[in-house]
């Protein structure tokens, strides 16, 4: 004798609706939020204020190196506001450059200032990297995550040349 099961039986006997906070990342990343409307996909600007005083925007080249002029602030814009993130310029080495920050929260948007301590040198590249700054991802206003942000420019100019090494002795090289 065969015992025939309901899907709907089976449904409810498996616990019912997933809740909101089982589903993965890019489930949630994939659904569209409350009342069919797809999450809104992630933009950046950027613009650079020169040495000179002036401010001009920055075209960002995804797959390729953006040139900027010599600077020493950067201002990066989101299209929405972001949550759990963290923004820092890396040099040629992966290490962080010297910079005060200050993050608004402007209305449908982030305004994010950058002061470095000293002007980007010319002919060196740098990283802007958006990412978590705790757990796996950030997010935005809305709870859905957004993919990390790896932005790599080169600031425009002739690279200074390393001047000559200068050998130090010790004392007692010195006194013979």
Known sequence: MRVRVSPLLLFLLAG?????SART??????APADGGIPPVRLTLS?????????VE?????????????????????????????????????DRAVVSDDVAENAGQR?????????PLKPGHRY???????SGSSFADVEGAPQPDQ???FQV??????????????SKKARRR
């Open 46 to 54: 950027l613009r650079e204020r020169l040495l000179d005083g002036g």
């Open 110 to 118: 982030l305004q994010y200032r950058i002061f470095f301590h000293q």
């Open 127 to 133: 990283s802007l990297v958006l990412d978590a700054e």
């Open 16 to 20: 019912g609706c997933p809740s909101q």
């Open 156 to 169: 425009t100019g002739e690279r200074e040349k390393a001047g000559p090494a200068s050998i130090k002795r």
């Open 57 to 93: 925007p920055v075209e960002l080249q995804p797959n390729d190196r953006t040139l900027i002029q010599p600077t020493q602030q950067l201002e990066l814009s989101t299209n929405i506001p972001l949550h759990n993130y963290r923004i820092r310029i890396l040099d040629e080495v």
């Open 150 to 152: 790896r932005l790599e």
């Open 25 to 30: 990342p890019s489930e949630v990343a994939a």
